[in-house]
């Protein structure tokens, strides 16, 4: 099986379900026009996965994005320190979506699916947010956080899969395995 993505978190994620993967990078852009988050997220997995599998014909390739949905707005990775206070300003005392699509290919077979968890967010006071970027690189983390990490303060609570924010639904990747074997 190979795990097309160079998150770390991703890779221990994975290894809950098998310790029998390796790591290929997909190194695929990330832009694209699509606005909807779920189906965006959807499209990047397969992308990513997509330009592994076509250099690894016959084996398993995981491919998966993650964005953040709030009030209609969606937060990919900042781009700066300015942008990651942004997202954070506005993810204080706010109820948003992480959304994090995730496709597997085997050969002619395909599965790509969104899992979506929504987490609140207390009302951040101030000095928090600088305080938090000085504590946790943000730089590579979706909405400028990361829920394993210390911005565990910030959350009141969480309705969905806690594994999909850090970056992959474990349980659902593990059923589209499942229904890929069937
Ligand atoms: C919201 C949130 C995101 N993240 C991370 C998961 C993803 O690694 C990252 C979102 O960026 P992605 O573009 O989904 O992934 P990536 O660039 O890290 O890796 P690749 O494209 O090679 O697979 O944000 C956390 O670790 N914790 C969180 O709480």
Redesign the pocket.
């Known amino acids: 099986m190979i795990l097309?993505?160079?998150?770390p978190?991703?890779k221990e994620l994975l290894s809950l379900i098998t310790a029998d993967f390796r790591v290929v990078?997909?190194g695929?852009d990330?832009t694209c026009a699509v606005k909807d988050p779920r189906s965006l997220?959807r499209l990047?997995a397969e992308r990513?996965a997509y330009s592994v599998a076509e250099k690894y014909p016959g084996e398993t390739v995981i491919?998966?994005?993650?964005?953040?949905e709030a009030d209609g707005e969606v937060f990919?990775?900042p781009k700066d320190e300015a942008d990651a206070r942004r997202m954070l300003g506005r993810l204080s005392g706010c109820t948003h979506f992480?959304h994090?699509g995730v496709c597997v290919v085997r050969g002619e077979k395909h599965l790509a699916k969104t899992f979506t968890t929504k987490v609140r967010f207390r009302k951040l006071a101030d000095g928090e947010i600088d305080l938090y970027l000085k504590q946790e690189d943000v730089t590579?983390?979706?909405?400028a956080?990361?829920?394993?990490?210390p911005?565990a303060k910030f959350v009141e609570g969480i309705d969905g899969c806690f594994f999909n924010?850090?970056?992959l639904p474990v349980s659902g990747l593990y059923g589209m395995l499942q229904e890929l074997e069937g």
């Open positions: 097309a993505s160079a998150s978190r991703r990078i997909s695929t990330e997220v990047l990513k491919g998966a994005d993650t964005v953040v990919g990775k992480v994090t590579d983390k979706a909405g956080y990361a829920i394993q990490g911005a924010v850090v970056g």
